[in-house]
């Protein structure tokens, strides 16, 4: 059998067959066109506030629909903090903004139990914290100690909260935005592995072009963005989550993504060399699951009823980015994550040599 090319294999893989368990329907092409022309909706607003990020705000957008949590770095004064108050104003969620400082202490985030008399006893009554928001913006995240960021691992995983052995949910929906500063910077506590593999995405907020800033300047007095209104209701918003969901995976797919992690691993035999002499420790499984999630929210954006090669790329850097953990030889030697995840692309092939079961003949 020759290898088919990949337009092939995408117009191979874009029905369903009922090998597939568990695959859905396909997206209607009338559901395909609502998706996106709500999510472009959405990027008209975010880029009349924002100006000169149309790709970053993109990636925040595939971020939202596959439900993750999203980490923004770059330094002081690019518009971290009001691209997360922007989005808040188009999408109505209810706010909170949590700004970390060192003497910030778990209590401020999640809430404490206080003691309270009522009915003529004392008791302990939880009052909740910042946390319990459907947008959670941790603003210079790493400017906390660890033992204060770890206390939003348990809410960013199950969506809920566990004081004194009593378990306390989240609204939903619950994301978390969080920025942090470079941590060359003074002051700053580097993220720990466990907290960073909780963020769906973390993407580089660059400075933008002397166009773009002569824009800002003629455009808005003291720098300040144009008021937002809302354009999507919470019924809206979970119409598009499901819509995302149902962007179909094929086969082809999921077997290109695992492929990829299992890559990432120096001590797999499928790991090029760059990985196996740069990287010290790979990806975890919800590399992969982060990978699924968000190709399916980029094909949306991008008007298709299912995820192809291409939708994967253009997550990858999101997503694994801050996954690998480079051994120390990397920095010596000049290497970067994103360098890494280029050589990943590169050496691992859309198709493996076995072709998945939607694509035999």
């Not at 996954?323 to 000049?334: H, K, M, P, Q, V």
Request: glycine share 8%; proline share 7%.
């Amino acid at each position: 059998m020759n290898n088919p090319n990949e337009s092939e294999i995408q117009s191979s893989v874009a029905a369903p067959t009922e090998a597939d368990e568990g695959a859905g329907r396909l997206l209607a092409p009338e559901e395909v066109e609502e998706g996106h022309d709500a999510i472009s909706q959405l990027l008209a607003g975010l880029n009349s506030a924002i100006l000169g990020q149309s790709d970053l705000l993109e990636m925040v957008v595939i971020c939202l629909l596959s439900r993750g949590h999203l980490l923004l770095e770059g330094l002081p004064g690019l518009g971290k903090t009001e691209l997360v108050k922007s989005l808040s104003s188009l999408l109505g969620l209810e706010f909170r903004r949590l700004q970390f400082t060192p003497d910030l202490l778990p209590s401020d985030i999640v809430g404490a139990p206080i003691l309270e008399e009522q009915h003529g006893a004392r008791r302990l009554v939880f009052h909740p914290g910042p946390i319990f928001a459907n947008l959670v913006l941790a603003d210079e995240i790493n400017r906390a100690t660890p033992k204060t960021q770890s206390a939003l691992l348990e809410a960013m995983q199950e969506h809920r909260v566990t004081v004194l052995g009593e378990t306390h949910a989240l609204p939903g929906p619950f994301f978390v935005l969080a920025t942090q500063n470079p941590i060359e910077l003074e002051g700053t506590y580097p993220l720990p592995e466990a907290q960073l593999d909780r963020f769906t995405f973390k993407l580089n907020v660059e400075h933008v072009s002397s166009d773009t800033l002569e824009q800002i300047i003629r455009t808005r007095k003291n720098g300040e963005p144009p008021m937002l209104e809302q354009i999507w209701t919470a019924a809206r918003l979970e119409r598009l989550f499901g819509l995302a969901e149902q962007v179909y995976l094929p086969s082809a797919v999921a077997n290109y993504i695992a492929r990829l992690v299992n890559a990432t691993h120096p001590e797999s035999e499928a790991s090029p060399e760059q990985i196996r002499q740069f990287v010290k420790f790979g990806a975890s499984p919800r590399a992969a699951i982060a990978l699924s999630g968000t190709s399916r929210a980029a094909a949306l954006l991008a008007g298709k009823p299912n995820v192809g090669f291409d939708d994967v790329r253009r997550v990858a850097y999101g997503v694994l980015g801050h996954r690998l953990i480079l051994d120390y030889s990397a920095r010596l030697e000049g290497w970067t994550t994103a360098r890494i995840i280029d050589c990943l692309l590169e050496s691992i092939p859309e198709v493996d040599r076995e072709f998945p079961g939607d694509l035999q003949q």
